[in-house]
């Protein structure tokens, strides 16, 4: 099992900067966890924004994010990190952090976290 709590979101300018935070809580520490980063914007899916594997060695972006936000991980306070600069308006979203014991599937899902970009 495993439990997350984000924070950090809130309401910014275009351009500006926000970092969100993630506290996971693990049971099995057998597991090497992949963590992630999604977004749900009012009325569309659920999409990845990126994610990141154990080590902090291997990450993936979504192209709509590349060269913006930075997903970073430290494993001693088990927090992961989604540094998000040059935010646009279609930012604006709710932000899930996820776990999952492969790259492929997330098995657990934080509550999420609002952001809101003013034009």
């Known amino acids: 099992q495993v439990q997350l709590v984000e924070s950090g979101g809130g309401l910014v300018h275009a351009g500006g900067s926000l970092r969100l935070s993630c506290r996971f809580s693990?049971?099995?520490?057998?597991?090497?966890?992949?963590m992630g980063w999604f977004r749900q914007a009012p009325g569309q899916e659920r999409d990845v924004v990126g994610k990141i594997n154990f080590s902090g060695g291997s990450t993936y972006y979504a192209d709509s994010v590349k060269g913006r936000f930075t997903i970073s991980r430290d494993n001693a306070k088990n927090t992961v990190y989604l540094q998000m600069n040059s935010l646009r308006p279609e930012d604006t979203a709710v932000y899930y952090c996820?776990?999952?014991?492969?790259?492929?599937?997330?098995?657990?899902w934080g509550k999420g976290t609002l952001v809101t970009v003013s034009s």
């Open positions: 693990i049971q099995d520490f057998n597991v090497l966890y992949v």
């Open positions: 996820a776990a999952g014991d492969n790259w492929e599937y997330m098995n657990y």
